[in-house]
């Protein structure tokens, strides 16, 4: 599976932003996919991760009710819907995808897209 993310730009604070991450090569039917972000100085930390079939979702808690995570499988396509942005939301966010269940770990996913940058500032 090959991952591409897009979507990332500059937003002002209280801002909204779309990440979106292509698949190609296999299906993503089966696979569970994430976003992960990396701050500047900073480890890479989980954002959201969603189910083969869309049925359950899990979320860093700083981001619980302002970030969706959707995925539509038909399409190949992984989503990150991002609102009241705040400044330390700035990050470089990579989607990735891994078989089976649903994990926050980033050693457990197989496969990763290169990074979109999303940068909060006014």
């Known amino acids: 599976v090959q991952l591409q993310a897009s979507g990332g730009g500059l937003v002002q604070p209280g801002g909204s932003l779309t990440l979106s991450c292509a698949a190609s090569?296999?299906?993503?039917?089966?696979?569970?996919m994430g976003w992960f972000r990396q701050a500047p100085g900073k480890e890479r930390e989980f954002v959201a991760a969603i189910t083969w079939g869309g049925g359950r979702t899990y979320y860093l808690d700083s981001v619980k009710g302002r970030f969706t995570i959707s995925r539509d499988n038909a399409k190949k396509m992984l989503y990150l819907q991002m609102n009241s942005l705040k400044s330390e939301d700035t990050a470089v966010y990579y989607c990735?995808?891994?078989?089976?269940?649903?994990?926050?770990?980033?050693?457990?996913?197989?496969?990763w897209g290169q990074g979109t940058l999303v940068t909060v500032s006014s």
């Open positions: 090569g296999r299906t993503i039917d089966t696979y569970t």
């Open positions: 990735a995808a891994k078989g089976a269940m649903l994990s926050t770990k980033q050693d457990d996913y197989d496969y």
